[in-house]
T-cell receptor, first 113, second 115 residues
Framework: RKEVEQDPGPFNVPEGATVAFNCTYS??????FFWYRQDCRKEPKLLMS???SGNEDGRFTAQLNRASQYISLLIRDSKLSDSATYLC??????????????FGKGTKLSVKP | ETGVTQTPRHLVMGMTNKKSLKCEQH?????MYWYKQSAKKPLELMFV???????ENNSVPSRFSPECPNSSHLFLHLHTLQPEDSALYLC??????????????FGPGTRLTVL
C-alpha cells in the first residue's frame, strides 16, 4: 500500500497568520520527503526538501517524524502570494523500483488581506 | 528556452481521434516522466524513462503509448481515449532516477478534454 495523506483544506487565513500543514505516509521504507507547491492551473514546483533534523527556509519550516511517519510544513507571517496548493511528496523504493515520487492530494491555502 | 516545455497546452479530442503530446526538457536531465492529474486526485505516475529506456509503466491502459526518442524529448501518443481520460497531463524531468533527493521539474502540462 503506497499512500500519502493530507488534509485537503481549504485553509483560509489572514495575512500575517501562522499556518501548519500535516501529512502522513504509509510506507515506513520511504527515503526522502518533499513539499511541492502548485499554484492554480500551474505545474507543481519544489518548495523544499524535508530532512530528518528538520529544516527552515525563511518563513517556511519543515519537520519529519519517521517514527510516526508524519511530515509537517509551517508557514509563518503568511503572505497573499503564499496562496496555493501544497503537495506532500514522498520518495518510495519498492519491488526493485526506485526514485518514484508519490504525491498527496494537496492542501489548499488561501491567504486573505 | 529553459526548463521543461509541453505542447499543446490545451487539447480537445474525440474518442476516435489520434493525437500526441510533446515534452521537451532543456536541463540535461537523464530521466523523464509522464503524470496524470485529475480533479480531486493526487498526481498519478504513468511512465518513467531513464536514459531513453522505459523503466516503469504503472499499469496504464494501452490507449496511452509513450515514446522517448532521445533524452530531451518525450511523447505521449493517444488513441481511442475515453471521457474519463480528461485530465491535466504533466511531464517532468530529473537529473536521474536513483538519487534519493530527486527533485523533479515539471512542465506546464497539457489540459486534455475527451469528448
Amino acid at each position: 500500500r503506497k499512500e500519502v495523506e493530507q488534509d485537503p483544506g481549504p485553509f483560509n487565513v489572514p495575512e500575517g497568520a501562522t499556518v501548519a500543514f500535516n501529512c502522513t505516509y504509509s510506507n515506513s521504507a520511504s527515503q526522502s520527503f518533499f513539499w511541492y507547491r502548485q499554484d492554480c492551473r500551474k505545474e507543481p514546483k519544489l518548495l523544499m526538501s524535508v530532512y530528518s533534523s528538520g529544516n527552515e527556509d525563511g518563513r517556511f519550516t519543515a519537520q519529519l517524524n519517521r517514527a510516526s511517519q508524519y511530515i509537517s510544513l509551517l508557514i509563518r507571517d503568511s503572505k497573499l502570494s503564499d496562496s496555493a496548493t501544497y503537495l506532500c511528496v514522498v520518495n518510495f523504493s519498492y519491488g526493485g523500483s526506485q526514485g518514484n515520487l508519490i504525491f498527496g492530494k494537496g492542501t489548499k491555502l488561501s491567504v486573505k488581506p | 528556452e529553459t526548463g521543461v516545455t509541453q505542447t499543446p497546452r490545451h487539447l480537445v479530442m474525440g474518442m476516435t481521434n489520434k493525437k500526441s503530446l510533446k515534452c521537451e526538457q532543456h536541463l540535461g536531465h537523464n530521466a523523464m516522466y509522464w503524470y496524470k492529474q485529475s480533479a480531486k486526485k493526487p498526481l498519478e505516475l504513468m511512465f518513467v524513462y531513464s536514459l531513453e529506456e522505459r523503466v516503469e509503466n504503472n499499469s496504464v491502459p494501452s490507449r496511452f503509448s509513450p515514446e522517448c526518442p532521445n533524452s530531451s524529448h518525450l511523447f505521449l501518443h493517444l488513441h481511442t481515449l475515453q471521457p474519463e481520460d480528461s485530465a491535466l497531463y504533466l511531464c517532468a524531468s530529473s537529473q536521474d532516477r536513483a538519487s534519493a533527493n530527486n527533485e523533479q521539474f515539471f512542465g506546464p502540462g497539457t489540459r486534455l478534454t475527451v469528448l
